[in-house]
């Protein structure tokens, strides 16, 4: 069994256990794939409790939940990790095509729990010869590309 996120454990206990009860997250790339799980989960209300206070907008909760509508989550690869700062790509396929999500983000441990803050987006494409987000096992050229 995977998570969601793609850790070799169980979803109830990995992102389930932090998105769906009190356990909080214990580092910054626990937290950030538990808010991936929960956008493939369309969780808004999770995904707006663990963004900081002063980056909130009105309008978060309809966003995120016409985004996460509007796509298939395919995968999610962990780049690189530092104390507050991850990087990552996350795939996901929209009407016409397999895109990624190419984002370092930064997050904040206040109040005895961590927070994303905000992330630079990277303007990335799935690559010719990578393995297919899909899961095919076949290069991306030779299969959804
Ligand atoms: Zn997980
Ligand atoms: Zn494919």
Redesign the pocket.
């Known amino acids: 069994m995977s998570c969601i996120c793609g850790n070799k454990k169980d979803y109830n206990e990995c992102c389930g256990a932090i998105i769906n009860s009190n356990i909080k997250a214990s580092s910054a790339e626990e937290l950030m794939r538990s808010r991936y799980s929960a956008y493939v989960k369309g969780d808004s209300n999770y995904l707006i409790k663990t963004l900081v206070a002063n980056n909130r907008h009105a309008d978060d909760a309809e966003l995120i939940e016409e985004f996460s509508n509007s796509v298939k989550w395919l995968k999610l690869d962990v780049l690189h990790v530092e104390q507050n700062i991850v990087e990552f790509k996350a795939y996901y396929k929209d009407i016409d095509s ?1 895109k990624v999500l190419h984002e370092k983000s930064n997050f904040i441990f206040k109040n005895g729990m961590w927070l994303y803050v905000d992330g630079e987006l990277f303007n990335s494409k799935v690559e010719r010869n990578e393995s ?5 096992a ?1 290069k ?1 050229k030779k ?3």
């Open positions: 397999i297919c987000p899909c899961g095919s076949k991306f299969c959804c590309g």
